[in-house]
């Protein structure tokens, strides 16, 4: 059974930290090109940072660049997602993403919520 498990939400104050996790089951870890989303109330799913399938190359929103660095241990089945330097508009819930590409199979994992609030 394939599945994507996240972790590491939670509430933390403004400029505060949080590292998210997101272990992966069921399937080949290292094939897959990983990607965090998020989702605040009443807006549209955003793409927040991706890494390819070797971790070689990696990519951001805008808005989180120089704050947030993804990262993958594909001995652990594990992408990470350091938030650093977090903003109340950084409020939403993150979901984990995993693509393989070469069969166009598509796997999403239940969310984890973090809230930035004083």
């Known amino acids: 059974q394939v599945q994507l498990v996240e972790s590491g939400g939670g509430l933390v104050q403004p400029g505060g930290s949080l590292r998210l996790s997101c272990v992966a089951s069921g399937f080949t870890f290292r094939t897959l090109d990983m990607t965090w989303y998020r989702q605040a109330p009443g807006k549209e799913r955003e793409l927040v940072a991706l890494?390819?399938?070797?971790?070689?190359?990696?990519n951001y929103a805008n808005f989180v660049k120089g704050r947030f660095t993804i990262s993958r241990d594909n001995t652990k089945n594990t992408v990470y997602l350091q938030m650093n330097s977090l903003k109340p508009e950084d409020t939403a819930m993150y979901y984990c993403?995993?693509?393989?590409?070469?069969?166009?199979?598509?796997?999403w994992g239940q969310g984890t919520q973090v809230t930035v609030s004083s």
């Open positions: 993403n995993g693509v393989r590409w070469a069969s166009l199979n598509i796997y």
């Open positions: 890494i390819t399938s070797t971790g070689l190359r990696t």
